[in-house]
């Protein structure tokens, strides 16, 4: 009987592809109920799981992520904006320079970026291309000021090269 069934299934995989789609899509409440009574009741178990599986494949998961964050910010520039402001935020608070007395205002950081095109003014390297952030044309260490005159599109690379330096 067994064998006859499968043999069945086999021969027919287009027809029970088809009726499965049928069945999920009619049946889909039931179907969700059905699998989170399963979750609920083998939690323990699931996270362990999910515990071991996300140790064992760390590199495997960073690299899935880079992928996926390198694919949003092409394709979504709303997204790459709040990301690098995001960024922009990160560094002011934990980053080197955070002895920054008067952090720049996110409102003037998205003028800034915004007046620039997202193009770092030094090389012309354009967000997402490059990750950009905010420089300060005078530095704070010799009184620059964050008003929008003081303040410029760079990518990182040409802000990390240019230092305490004038232009
Ligand atoms: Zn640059």
């Known amino acids: 009987m067994y064998e006859a069934q499968k043999r069945w299934r086999e021969k027919n ?7 499965n789609l049928n069945y999920r899509e009619k049946n889909r409440e039931k179907i ?3 699998g989170k009574r399963y979750r609920d009741k083998n939690r323990e178990k699931l996270l362990a799981y999910k515990k071991t599986y996300r140790k064992k494949n760390a590199e495997k998961i960073r690299e899935g992520k880079r992928r ?7 394709s979504d520039p709303e997204y790459a904006l709040r990301y690098y402001l995001r960024l922009e935020e990160l560094k002011l ?9 008067f952090p720049i205002p996110p409102s003037v950081r ?3 970026f915004k007046r620039d095109k997202f193009t ?8 997402p ?4 952030v905010i420089d300060h ?5 010799k009184d620059g000021e964050n008003n929008l005159d003081n303040l410029i599109t760079a990518c990182e690379y040409c802000n990390s090269g240019k230092g305490d330096k004038y232009l």
């Open 13 to 19: 995989i287009e027809k029970v592809r088809l009726i």
């Open 120 to 127: 770092c003014r030094y090389c012309g390297n354009k967000a």
């Open 93 to 101: 608070k934990y980053g080197k320079k955070s002895k920054r007395r």
């Open 137 to 141: 044309i005078i530095p704070v260490s």
């Open 68 to 74: 996926w964050l390198l694919n949003k910010i092409h």
């Open 129 to 132: 291309n490059v990750a950009i």
């Open 110 to 112: 998205l003028q800034v």
């Open 32 to 34: 969700r109920e059905i």
